[in-house]
């Protein structure tokens, strides 16, 4: 009898337990800090050199995360017969770059940049220079009214004038808008041979900007770029000074204003001669996908997304970006072991689990574009994209109390209604961090939202939420973002959370709900 009873006593507390830590639970204990610590040391060290997208640091990188998706039992794709889906790359390498006015050679990086993929092989001579104001020619507003520019440099500002508030050009169509290509086609089309751009809110140029026009530049060859436009250069305020003269702090002010410029001072009898020359080639980069094929409803998807490159080499120091985004790659990584760990045991998801690690991020979104734009599995059967961009580091600016608790999410007011309830339900169950909505505000002057890989998503339809740490200062961007700055039990603690998040969402009834309208950009 009292066998009996034990034996009744040891099923009940053996369903107790179950009830009490639930499958997943087991699951996301994977994602720990010894797994995440050994994986982000090899992916932010010296030897993949800053993973810049197009280097051999982003091929290593790459090989890395291919050759952990197949041990841990990832499915690669068939389409791509591996794991790596290839992107083209332009690359352009500066030969020489030159630029002098009234016989004074300017000096590169002080007085000039001249930008590396959108600048052709070039050289000219000019005996005049004219002002342009903001280089804008259209029937509300012209700042080439009685000026002839044929054969002659223009000087232009960066920016539109505004009226009441708004941008002058786009009080009646908010989708016009004079960005710079469309401005040099007009000094182009005008008989322009060239352009000098001030921008008004930068008086120099920073380290960054002058060491990514300096030598090598990658383009992205989706992107169509043209190099029949007109070649230009940046110049710093200093250099606008020496050409403009006493007028300059003046049309810099009212250009901060938004006002128009169309009344200032136009030309200066002035020779320039602007030399440029490179030379051009092409590269693949790629990203990295595995999946977990699911059961019952493995024709729908959950992507998990992150990018693995960095900055690279800078003035010949390594950014190696433990933080960003070291931290979100290996997290995908954990993630994936995680849910393939799921299914060998039985117990894998309903939907197929698609892990991206995506490259050419810092260059502007390229490898989440490309996929996006080719994608691999259908992007309306695709139910979510879980972006993870930044989760190892403290918000040096956030000085509450949960500094040491918390994550930001964007995105969760955004296409579907049922993202918050899915990831604050998950959270409140397991995590309990505070859930940061703060870059969401449409107000937010960062516009974070645009800035990682669910937006390539987002775009297409696709639901998304973004994880980030908001590590804007400190060493964002700074060959200091290393490892031994990742705050672990934090980063464990959020890359548990997105776990759990996904796992609901990979095996729940129905895909997202897809019913609020598209943000514009």
């Known amino acids: 009898m009292k066998k009996i009873i034990s034996s009744v006593?040891?099923?009940?507390?053996?369903?107790?337990?179950?009830?009490?830590?639930?499958?997943?639970?087991?699951?996301?204990?994977?994602?720990?800090?010894?797994?995440?610590?050994?994986?982000?040391?090899?992916?932010?060290?010296?030897?993949?050199?800053g993973r810049e997208t197009g280097t051999e640091g982003q091929r290593k990188a790459a090989a890395y995360i291919e050759q952990h998706f197949k041990a841990i039992g990832l499915k690669p794709i068939a389409e791509l017969n591996g794991y790596q889906q290839f992107f083209p790359l332009k690359f352009d390498s500066v030969i020489s770059s030159s630029l002098s006015i009234s016989n004074e050679k300017w000096n590169y990086g002080t007085d000039f940049i001249c930008?590396?993929?959108?600048?052709?092989?070039?050289?000219?001579?000019?005996?005049?220079?004219?002002?342009?104001?903001?280089g804008i020619d259209d029937p509300q507003?012209?700042?080439?009214?009685?000026?002839?520019?044929?054969?002659?440099?223009?000087?232009?500002?960066?920016?539109?004038?505004?009226?009441?508030?708004?941008?002058?050009?786009?009080?009646?169509?908010e989708d016009v808008t004079w960005n710079l290509d469309f401005k040099l086609q007009t000094a182009k089309d005008k008989g322009a041979v060239g352009a000098l751009i001030i921008d008004k809110s930068m008086s120099t140029f920073s380290k960054s900007m002058i060491m990514r026009n300096s030598k090598t530049g990658f383009s992205f060859n989706s992107n169509?770029?043209?190099?029949?436009?007109?070649?230009?250069?940046?110049?710093?305020?200093?250099?606008?000074?020496?050409?403009?003269?006493?007028?300059?702090?003046?049309?810099?002010?009212?250009?901060?204003?938004?006002?128009?410029l169309n009344e200032l001072k136009k030309s200066f009898t002035i020779k320039s001669t602007f030399d440029f020359q490179k030379s051009s080639g092409?590269?693949?980069?790629?990203?990295?996908?595995?999946?977990?094929?699911?059961?019952?409803?493995?024709?729908?998807?959950?992507?998990?997304?992150?990018?693995?490159?960095?900055?690279?080499?800078?003035?010949?120091?390594?950014?190696?970006?433990?933080?960003?985004?070291?931290?979100?790659?290996?997290?995908?990584?954990?993630?994936?072991?995680?849910?393939?760990?799921a299914k060998r045991d039985g117990n894998g998801p309903r939907r197929t689990m698609v892990f991206m690690t995506v490259s050419g991020e810092e260059k502007g979104l390229w490898g989440s574009e490309y996929y996006s734009d080719h994608p691999l599995f259908p992007l309306e059967k695709t139910s979510v994209d879980l972006n993870t961009d930044m989760i190892g580091r403290i918000d040096t600016e956030r000085k509450s109390a949960d500094t040491l608790?918390?994550?930001?999410?964007?995105?969760?007011?955004?296409?579907?209604?049922?993202?918050?309830?899915?990831?604050?339900?998950?959270?409140?169950?397991?995590t309990n961090l505070v859930l940061d909505y703060k870059f969401d505000d449409p107000n937010d002057p960062n516009r974070i939202y645009y800035r990682s890989d669910h937006y390539n998503f987002a775009r297409k339809g696709v639901p998304v939420l973004f994880f980030y740490d908001g590590m804007l200062q400190a060493d964002y961007h700074k060959p200091t973002d290393d490892v031994d700055k990742i705050n672990w039990p934090l980063f464990q603690k959020r890359a548990q959370m997105i776990f759990y998040t996904a796992w609901e969402m990979a095996n729940r009834e129905k895909m997202l709900k897809r019913n609020k309208p598209l943000p514009k950009d």
Do not use: W
């Open 9 to 49: 006593c040891l099923m009940m507390f053996s369903i107790l337990v179950l009830a009490q830590n639930p499958i997943e639970a087991k699951y996301a204990r994977i994602i720990n800090i010894p797994a995440l610590k050994k994986h982000l040391t090899i992916i932010a060290s010296d030897s993949l050199e």
């Open 115 to 134: 930008p590396i993929s959108k600048n052709k092989t070039n050289q000219f001579t000019s005996n005049e220079i004219v002002f342009v104001g903001y």
């Open 141 to 173: 507003y012209s700042d080439y009214s009685n000026i002839n520019v044929t054969g002659k440099l223009v000087v232009m500002i960066a920016g539109e004038p505004k009226k009441k508030d708004k941008f002058f050009l786009r009080a009646n169509n």
């Open 224 to 260: 169509n770029i043209d190099e029949s436009g007109l070649s230009y250069a940046y110049i710093s305020h200093e250099a606008g000074k020496k050409i403009i003269g006493d007028d300059f702090e003046n049309i810099i002010d009212v250009a901060k204003k938004f006002m128009l």
């Open 282 to 341: 092409s590269v693949n980069a790629s990203n990295v996908l595995g999946i977990v094929e699911g059961s019952d409803k493995k024709d729908e998807y959950v992507f998990l997304t992150a990018h693995y490159d960095h900055l690279g080499i800078q003035d010949g120091v390594i950014y190696n970006g433990a933080d960003d985004d070291g931290s979100g790659t290996v997290t995908v990584m954990q993630m994936a072991q995680a849910f393939a760990q």
């Open 405 to 430: 608790n918390y994550v930001y999410v964007v995105g969760h007011n955004k296409i579907s209604t049922e993202l918050p309830v899915i990831n604050e339900g998950m959270n409140k169950k397991y």
